[in-house]
């Protein structure tokens, strides 16, 4: 069976649930993974849901900027949730499907000023990486299972526009940086996009709305990911990880394009 999982930073689901529809009928993911729905549980549009063929849901909403989905063609299991966001925000979903762990992720941008002690919001990212760090720690490396989601950090040089430049803003410091290969190192996971598309060639998945032409502009960043554990890393189809940068060209997008990789199980 191939399965074709995809994240998405949708940013409001009830806003973009068009949007939704037209990727899923187009693409095709069996398990869609969103991030910053920007609604409570109840508030989610189910329905739409059912109606994409995708029946099968968890729902992390919550009033604000924050909340995570993951709906699925086939069942899925309910896990109990990773206990990482010291705040207690709904920024992780997870669940099992066709036997395949999958955590969905909204881990926190971080704010402005790359300093734990002067920024609490940089010190909860850290915090976060940090639990989660510990969590794969004590993890099974054979088991099969997905980290994907909105990181909000983008490692590589070749993930951002300008490594330079992006070097001194939140996002690509080097603490972030080491902090996010330290979590990829301890569970030994695999990026599946940067393992399509090695180093150089350039990556992004996020472009700021203030461009009139994101493509005329070329600033973009990394910041969505999809990554295996080593039990599951031969299962990816090779030549299957991409980005739907042409996503962000639809009317009225999301400031993120989806993410997809097939995995043959």
């Given at each position: ?138 993890r099974d490396k054979q088991r099969p299972l997905v980290l ?60 700021s709305y203030r461009a009139q032409d994101f493509r005329k ?49």
């Amino acid at each position: 069976m191939t399965l074709r999982i995809a994240t998405w930073n949708i940013n409001s689901v009830r806003l973009r649930i068009d949007q939704v529809a037209r990727f899923v009928a187009e693409r095709k993911p069996d398990v869609l993974m969103l991030q910053e729905i920007k609604c409570t549980t109840d508030q989610f549009p189910r329905q739409a849901f059912i109606d994409m063929g995708l029946p099968h849901l968890n729902v992390r909403g919550q009033k604000g900027w924050h909340g995570v989905a993951t709906a699925s063609r086939l069942p899925i299991e309910d896990m109990p949730t990773l206990d990482v966001c010291r705040e207690g925000h709904a920024r992780c979903a997870s669940v099992v499907v066709a036997g395949v762990e999958m955590q969905n992720f909204y881990i926190p941008a971080g704010g402005d000023v790359a300093d734990r002690a002067l920024n609490p919001k940089f010190d909860h990212k850290m915090d976060f990486y940090e639990r989660l760090t510990a969590e794969m720690a004590r993890r099974d490396k054979q088991r099969p299972l997905v980290l994907a989601g909105d990181f909000n950090i983008a490692p590589g040089e070749n993930d951002v526009w300008n490594h330079r430049y992006m070097s001194k803003i939140v996002s690509h410091t080097p603490i972030e940086v080491e902090t996010l290969n330290r979590l990829q190192d301890t569970g030994g996971f695999a990026d599946v996009l940067r393992d399509r598309f090695p180093e150089p060639h350039k990556l992004a998945s996020w472009w700021s709305y203030r461009a009139q032409d994101f493509r005329k502009s070329n600033r973009g960043l990394r910041l969505d990911h999809i990554w295996t554990s080593p039990g599951l890393t031969p299962a990816v189809v090779r030549d299957t990880a991409r980005i739907h940068d042409d996503v962000r060209e639809w009317d009225r997008p999301s400031d993120h394009a989806p993410v997809t990789v097939d995995l043959d199980l």
